[in-house]
């Protein structure tokens, strides 16, 4: 048998944490010979709703868990661990100001960074979840400056999944024959779904659906796909981000299909596509051997770039509020 690997999952108590725990237990985050750690972190008042969930990871008796402890200490919730699913965050309540929001996520954001700097294995690869995810995910890199920039990724997938769902309705296929989605920028209404590269069973994309569609359907229905979760269900999307993420950090450890690509929210080194160095930002990505390759030479057009400088700027914009708090350089 391979060696365990420790996963710290923050946010354990919450909607996506239940959906995604017993997922990771069963193997489906690594694979199935590769035992697993579970460590949980939580705030101390939902302590002991982890821990709940905690004594029914180990009545589903899942050959692969070694072990399951729960935390309310970054430190040690994050010893030793290789792979860190940072879920938990401070969800926007009424009359809530857009800086306190950002504020409040800096003030988890920051430490658990600190604590992935100062405790995390030396292979750590960290997704981080909860929202506004692709600037908490620049949060938390800043504050691990020993961690290498590019083992900070924010969750796309999810939107990646929600797009290849839409066009596979749309063109009568199946998931599996598509290939090639993309989702640039954000996980925000302002992200850019792109179908311009894909493929539905070996066939160029554009040229099964209209512009039409494109632009008054399937782009405004991905981005915005949350809140049609949300309006039917009366609770935010869990389970299917639940299994996005376990879709990315798979990919991510174990690699990408031959002849297709995932979008992924990696880290930006400024010299793919304009997007400015610093930015964790959806991008064309392959993986293999355990690291993001982003996906370079694609032909953009004038429509895919504006959707492309639209997500910087308003990446940019969330930044520099950020900035302004201190919360990051
Ligand atoms: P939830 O409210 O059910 O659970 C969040 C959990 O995080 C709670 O149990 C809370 O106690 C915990 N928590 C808060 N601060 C913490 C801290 N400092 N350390 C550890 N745990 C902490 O929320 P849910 O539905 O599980 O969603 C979690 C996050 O994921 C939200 O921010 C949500 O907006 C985001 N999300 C992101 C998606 C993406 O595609 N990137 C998709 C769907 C949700």
Redesign the pocket.
Known sequence: AKTPVTVTV??????????LLFRIASGGLLGQDVPVRLNL???P??VK??EGTAMELNDSAFPLLESVNVY?D?NKAFAGTSVGLL?????RTKGMERADLLEA?G??FG??GKAINDNAADDVKVL??????NTNAVIAMQSAPDVPNDRFN??????HNRAIAQLAAKTGSAVADIKKMLVWGN?SADQYPDVSYATVAGKPAPELVDSEWLDSYFVPTVAKR?AAIIEARG????A??AS??IDHVYNWVNGTTEGDWVTG?VYSDGSHYGVPEGLIFGLPVTSKGGSWDVVDGLEISAATQAGIDHNIKAAQEELDAVRALGLIK
């Open positions: 923050t946010g354990a108590a919450g909607n996506i944490g239940y959906a972190l939580e705030i008042q939902a709703a982890a309310d970054a879920v938990g965050a401070r969800p996520n003030g988890i430490p658990q981080v979840v909860g929202n506004p995810a924010a969750m796309m997938r999810l939107d996980h949350g609770a935010s999307s869990a299917s981000a996005s993420a929210g």
